[in-house]
Nanobody, 125 residues
Framework: EVQLVESGGGLVQTGGSLRLSCVVS????????IGWFRQAPGKEREGVSC????????WYADSVQGRFTISSDNAKNTVYLQMNSLEPEDTAVYYC??????????????????WGQGTQVTVSS
């Protein structure tokens, strides 16, 4: 059974930083890709970032490029999302998941095969 558990969310002021973690089990971590997406009230789900654990390639949404950094620790089956220069528009529930497919050029699929319970990120102005 695949399980993904996110942590690290919280309340932060504009310009602050948070690091989200996603621990994955039941999945060939070193062969697949893990992505982060977010859901804000009244807004469509948005892909944020994704990393291939087999070749290290990454993808970022334009809205977070240059502010967020995704990384992975294959020994710990964990993917991190370092979020800097946070803005109120980043407020959302953040989920990590296993996309159906991923390429660094295009990004992850909109569909995810599995995902976690999410962690709330709130950025105050």
């Amino acid at each position: 059974e695949v399980q993904l558990v996110e942590s690290g969310g919280g309340l932060v002021q504009t310009g602050g930083s948070l690091r989200l973690s996603c621990v994955v089990s039941g999945f060939r971590f070193d062969k697949g890709a893990i992505g982060w997406f977010r859901q804000a009230p009244g807004k469509e789900r948005e892909g944020v970032s994704c990393i291939s654990n087999s070749d290290g390639s990454t993808w970022y949404a334009d809205s977070v490029q240059g502010r967020f950094t995704i990384s992975s620790d294959n020994a710990k089956n964990t993917v991190y999302l370092q979020m800097n220069s946070l803005e109120p528009e980043d407020t959302a529930v953040y989920y990590c998941g296993i996309p159906t497919w991923f390429t660094a050029l295009v990004g992850p699929s909109k569909e995810y095969d599995d995902w976690g319970q999410g962690t709330q990120v709130t950025v105050s102005s």
